[in-house]
């Protein structure tokens, strides 16, 4: 049961470059979510999709573009990479949404260091 | 925004002694969960407690619901050097919201 899966774990990249974030999951869940944590601000959301094909932005969207065109992936883009978005970033994914009660199943993390 | 806040930032304590961390937010809620993050890993789901409900159980975990003060508690009973980790609460508005998280250290 391989469950979430996010690579890579770590990256150091530097200011301006792309860099893209990967995401599987294995349970088929319809609901997928991309939050960034940093200190003394929690997890805080940054996109999330209901199904392939559907995305809605969260609380920090900007800087970051993110595509489903299928259900178990839901990669993250930084499309130029700042210093503001070095944070370690957390893949998750949900049976279905957010008033649903249903558990979020989180990945690993990502570490992403931006120079 | 910061919908959620928790108290305290930190919390140490010996092991068998019980820990209480509060978590506060502004929006309605649906329901209200919380999870565990040890340290470098991704976050567990703990428990979930319903805006009907009051108090609920799990084992040693202990959760009550205030929906009156937008207010929750987790209480971990008789704490274990095997808790220690973060504790964040979340919780459904609009969106899904964390807390900002309690950082738990039990001494042995």
């Known amino acids: 049961d391989a469950g979430i899966t996010q690579s890579p774990r770590y990256k150091i990249t530097e200011t301006g470059r792309q860099v893209t974030l990967m995401c599987h999951q294995t349970?088929?869940?319809?609901?997928m979510f991309w939050y960034r944590q940093d200190l003394g601000h929690g997890l805080r959301l940054i996109y999330y999709s209901a199904a392939a094909d559907i995305t809605d932005k969260g609380e920090v969207p900007d800087g970051y573009v993110v595509s489903r065109s299928k259900t178990e992936n839901f990669p993250l883009t930084l499309e130029s990479a700042t210093r503001s978005q070095t944070s370690v970033y957390f893949c998750a994914s949900s049976e279905s949404g957010h008033n649903s009660g249903n558990t979020i199943y989180f990945g690993e993390g990502s570490w992403l260091t931006v120079v | 925004s910061q919908q959620g806040e928790e108290d305290p930032q930190a919390l140490s304590i010996q092991e068998g002694e019980n820990a209480t961390m509060n978590c506060s937010y502004k929006t309605s809620i649906n329901n209200l969960q919380w999870y565990r993050q040890n340290s470098g890993r991704g976050l567990v789901h703990l428990i979930l407690i319903r805006s009907n409900e009051r108090e609920k159980h799990s084992g040693r975990l202990r959760v009550t619901l205030d929906t009156s003060k937008k207010s929750s508690s987790l209480l971990i009973t008789a704490s274990r050097a095997a808790d220690t980790a973060s504790y964040f609460c979340?919780?459904?508005?609009?969106?899904?919201?964390f807390g900002t998280g309690t950082s738990l250290t039990v001494i042995p």
């Open positions: 349970w088929s869940h319809s609901y």
């Open positions: 979340a919780f459904t508005g609009n969106q899904f919201y």
